[in-house]
T-cell receptor, first 113, second 116 residues
Framework: DAGVIQSPRHEVTEMGQEVTLRCKPI?????LFWYRQTMMRGLELLIY????????DSGMPEDRFSAKMPNASFSTLKIQPSEPRDSAVYFC???????????FGDGTRLSIL | AQSVTQPDIHITVSEGASLELRCNYS??????LFWYVQSPGQGLQLLLK??????LVQGIKGFEAEFKRSQSSFNLRKPSVHWSDAAEYFC??????????????FGKGTHLIIQP
């Protein structure tokens, strides 16, 4: 079975540009999570969806960050405008619901110059 | 709100020796606990999980963990480490539904170094 698929794997862009990260969850999973990993703060939950509905976005750092899940097989995390402090590895994970663990993608390594 | 503490940032172990990685959690109800492993440039792979029942849980790659409610701990163990076990290890706690439908709170991780 295919796991969680994230694209791109690496993104390098200049400050002020719009960045869009993409995620395809495991088929049949109805929960999707976006995390950010940095050396200073470790792994932080940004936002998660259940059945395509955003449940908790309290971890989204600023209004520059937004996430959507238009259908059960696709989600995006957008940063506009991007800043150097947004540089991090962004992970998407999906879960099969209550009592099931989360499965992670390989992440997107984002560098904002 | 829940929290996870991994007191050891780095641990160095000789190949073939036993391993214990510490994890302490804070959560007001029965926790759902996980250990994940991350190799460089990779995502997180689930090693094992505790949801309920037997407090000693077995995972992949020969790892096990023991849930001790009285100590709020969920330490990861392996009787004999291999060089391929060198990686970053994360302990996590999930609330409510056990992680599958709620976000996880992670510890800061323990970097495991294996000496030949």
């Amino acid at each position: 079975d295919a796991g969680v698929i994230q694209s791109p794997r690496h993104e390098v862009t200049e400050m002020g540009q719009e960045v869009t990260l993409r995620c395809k969850p495991i088929s049949g999973h109805n929960s999707l999570f976006w995390y950010r990993q940095t050396m200073m703060r470790g792994l932080e939950l940004l936002i998660y969806f259940n059945n395509n509905v955003p449940i908790d976005d309290s971890g989204m750092p600023e209004d520059r960050f937004s996430a959507k899940m238009p259908n059960a097989s696709f989600s995006t995390l957008k940063i506009q405008p991007s800043e150097p402090r947004d540089s991090a590895v962004y992970f998407c994970a999906s879960g099969g619901g209550a009592g099931q663990p989360q499965h992670f993608g390989d992440g997107t390594r984002l560098s904002i110059l | 709100a829940q929290s996870v503490t991994q007191p050891d940032i780095h641990i160095t172990v000789s190949e073939g020796a036993s391993l214990e990685l510490r994890c302490n959690y804070s959560y007001g109800a029965t926790p759902y606990l996980f250990w994940y492993v991350q190799s460089p440039g990779q995502g997180l792979q689930l090693l094992l999980k505790y949801f309920s029942g037997d407090t000693l849980v077995q995972g992949i790659k020969g790892f096990e963990a023991e849930f001790k409610r009285s100590q709020s701990s969920f330490n990861l163990r392996k009787p004999s480490v291999h060089w391929s076990d060198a990686a970053e290890y994360f302990c996590a706690v999930g609330a409510g539904s056990g992680g599958g439908a709620d976000g996880l709170t992670f510890g800061k991780g323990t970097h495991l170094i294996i000496q030949p």
